[in-house]
Structures are given as structure tokens and as C-alpha cells.
């Protein structure tokens, strides 16, 4: 059975898209810690990110950076940070939260956004890119 993430990847699931290549996706996360928290996937459905082979990690870790420069560019944030969980979807990915504190990283604490408002950011973060 497919992940949200591949449903995602597939369009079967709508999502605020950042950037996409052939290999990878970022969006939105749609239940942020912080505003513009993205979330940088593999296309391909790996469940855990150390089963990723070397050059798809290196490759995502390359993408995730090129998307973190945009969002420091596009939020008002004192760094980038970068989580790898894991445990709530079954689809290695990156967690890319604009932090200007640290309970912005906790996953506790969640902020709520419009449906306009996410497609207004999605476009703002992709003119930085």
C-alpha cells in the first residue's frame, strides 16, 4: 500500500508544491511546527532514509539544502533546522522548519494557516529558488 507520500508524489493527493525534480519533491507541510515548514522527499518509496542508497541520499541532501536556502530567503527566521524522524509516515523524508526558537522543533507545538495563505507561501518560496 502506497504511503501519503507516494499519493502525493502520484497527484493523488493535493499539496503545496515547492519544487520538484525526477528524483524528489518538497511541499508544504500541511500541519507545520512553524510558517513555511517543508517537508523533502524521495520519489522513490524508501521507508527509513539510512536504506537510502549513497547517491539518492547525497542527492536528497543537496536538495533539501537548495530548498532551505529559499525558505531562509522567503521567512523571517534565525536558521534553518533540519529533522529526520521517520515515524509518522513510512517514507524517508526531510523536515526543513524555519526556527527563531527552539520549540519551533519540538513537533508539539503547531501553528494554522489558510489555504490561501499556504498557496501565497508556496508561491513566495518558489520565486526564491
Known amino acids: 500500500m502506497s504511503s501519503i507520500f507516494k499519493k502525493i508524489i502520484n497527484g493523488e493527493i493535493p499539496c503545496y508544491k515547492i519544487a520538484e525534480d525526477d528524483n524528489f519533491l518538497a511541499f508544504l507541510d500541511v500541519n507545520?511546527?512553524?510558517?513555511?515548514?517543508?517537508?523533502?522527499?524521495?520519489?522513490?518509496?524508501?521507508?527509513k532514509i539510512f536504506d537510502?542508497?549513497?547517491?539518492?541520499?547525497?542527492?536528497?541532501?543537496?536538495?533539501?539544502?537548495?530548498?532551505?536556502?529559499?525558505?531562509e530567503k522567503t521567512i523571517p527566521c534565525k536558521r534553518i533546522g533540519m529533522a529526520v524522524i521517520g515515524l509518522e509516515v513510512p517514507h524517508a523524508h526531510v523536515h526543513l522548519i524555519p526556527l527563531n526558537e527552539m520549540d519551533e522543533m519540538r513537533f508539539q507545538n503547531k501553528v494554522s494557516m489558510s489555504k490561501e495563505e499556504f498557496e501565497a507561501l508556496a508561491i513566495r518560496i518558489k520565486t526564491n529558488l
Not at 33 to 46: D, F
Open 52 to 71: 537510502i542508497d549513497d547517491d539518492l541520499y547525497i542527492g536528497l541532501m543537496q536538495f533539501s539544502k537548495k530548498i532551505a536556502i529559499a525558505l
Open 32 to 47: 507545520p511546527n512553524a510558517k513555511g515548514h517543508t517537508l523533502c522527499v524521495p520519489k522513490q518509496e524508501i521507508d
